[in-house]
């Protein structure tokens, strides 16, 4: 279905590596691309990243992240949107295929979901043509509807699609992270609507219980509920041609030794979807 | 907006009563409906609970609940329909005012959300007829996201809205449930295709962080992030004339008083919604 050639870690699957360690990783398991994360680039410095990766040969899939954009005051609006276009910078500095955009919960004491819709609107809009002018794709990820309150209020792959229509289409599209909208019952219709926006495709099985930090109840691939196959089928049917990047938040993954993790990540990616 | 002549107290709101107490402590502070759960009207006896509400004038806003129909083996769904019959004989003897249907998560061992939505969609359907002769009103609730692949593969309004259009209105409707719906971007269109299909609308607010059993991370209105009286609005502009009902899983709750957590019931539910 999809080649290991294709295949990408995400540095938050290994997150006690630095940057280079993880390359290292990923060039000893042949896996082709990687996903980066802006604290540890930054903790190594953009240009040194830069050149690892090229190095190795790796491809950056996706730099995470940017987005954030619900503040009630201006300044905080700014602040945003100024780390914003310095994420650009970089991911246009790694050649990422996106700057993937959590796009922010509910603005701080506010109950109103539309209010904290709009700033995402007109964050987006903001970045746009900074991003364009760097060549750099924004992602608009939907995270799982238990994080609207407090991280994103873009909760389904539609709404993200509908938002990203809004803008060229060289400049923003969207990230399908299979752990946030494998449940959605409109999915398939969706992702069929994302032809040509899909600019990241990231990969991890949703498991129970869900841990007391919820962020952290991700599964490797074939651990959970979710039907990957299902899924990857109809994201290449809408045409996705990039990577495939397995992006796990799980203590028992992060306590286990990166050697194991990443032959682990490889086996069950080709044992499900090749 | 909504006077509490129409508040209800579901009684899993107050656990550790028995029927019997639930129903006094409703009379107590002039709460006039009661949501009831089959478990503790069977400890106390159908005959004597109906005699109970009854006799305190409470009405029974709703009978928690059927459903469950995701069995892969022809025992398990014919077991879950003769519990759902059940569930009608007892709904309809209480005069509530509907029976909410749980639907149930994946079939077991599967990954196919296909499969548990036609196994729903079937189980209801064997039991409209039943139903119907009984005078009683199915309630579909749809569940968070999050109880998706265990609980209810229903998760958004507009999904039991859909499901309940292909069945008779006066046998099935949906029911609304703050905490599992009102992060969802198309829930007030979704309400007002609802229109003369709730049956049941239910209140309790979404808190963070979420308890490590995710089941109760529900508190009192006002403690979290819901905007009960936006979403309230669109329930009664969609024609709905039912009672209003408190149901808070929370363990904390659960240890308090019993009048400590009526009163503050009550409370919360004029002040934010009188």
Same mark, same amino acid.
């Given at each position: ?15 006690? %590596? ?54 009630? @005051? ?19 500095? %790694? ?16 109950? !109103? ?12 809009? !903001?970045?746009? =043509? ?7 794709? %924004?992602?608009?990820? =939907? ?6 309150? !407090? ?38 219709? @969706? ?35 979710? !039907? ?28 286990? =030794? ?17």
């Amino acid at each position: 279905m999809i080649s290991v050639e294709r295949l990408s870690l995400n540095q938050a699957t290994v997150r006690r %590596l630095k940057v280079a360690e993880a390359v290292e990783l990923c060039a000893r398991h042949q896996i082709p691309g990687i996903g980066l994360w802006r604290d540890a680039v930054a903790e190594l410095g953009l240009a040194k990243t830069a050149a690892a990766v090229r190095a190795a040969g790796l491809h950056v899939s996706s730099l995470c992240r940017g987005g954030f954009f619900t503040h009630a @005051d201006p300044e905080g609006r700014a602040a945003a949107a100024a780390g914003n276009q310095a994420a650009v910078i970089e991911a246009a500095e %790694l050649g990422a295929d996106a700057l993937v955009l959590v796009s922010g919960g509910l603005v701080p004491g506010s109950r !109103d979901l539309g209010l904290a819709r709009r700033l995402i609107t007109d964050g987006i809009a !903001d970045l746009v =043509p900074f991003a364009q002018s760097a060549g750099v794709r %924004l992602g608009i990820e =939907p995270l799982h509807p238990m994080f609207c309150a !407090d991280r994103c209020a873009i909760s389904r792959l539609g709404e993200a699609v509908d938002l990203s229509l809004q803008f060229p289409v060289d400049a923003v599209g969207v990230v399908i992270d299979t752990y946030h909208v494998w449940w959605d019952s409109q999915l398939a219709a @969706d992702i069929e609507r994302a032809a040509g926006r899909i600019v990241s495709y990231q990969l991890c099985d949703w498991t129970l219980p869900l841990p007391k930090d919820t962020l952290l109840g991700r599964g490797h691939l074939g651990d959970g509920f979710i !039907d990957f196959r299902s899924i990857t089928a109809q994201v290449l049917a809408a045409g996705y041609t990039g990577y495939a990047e397995v992006e796990i938040f799980n203590q028992e993954v992060w306590n286990a =030794p990166a050697d194991d993790t990443a032959s682990t990540v490889r086996s069950r990616f080709a044992e499900l979807l090749g």
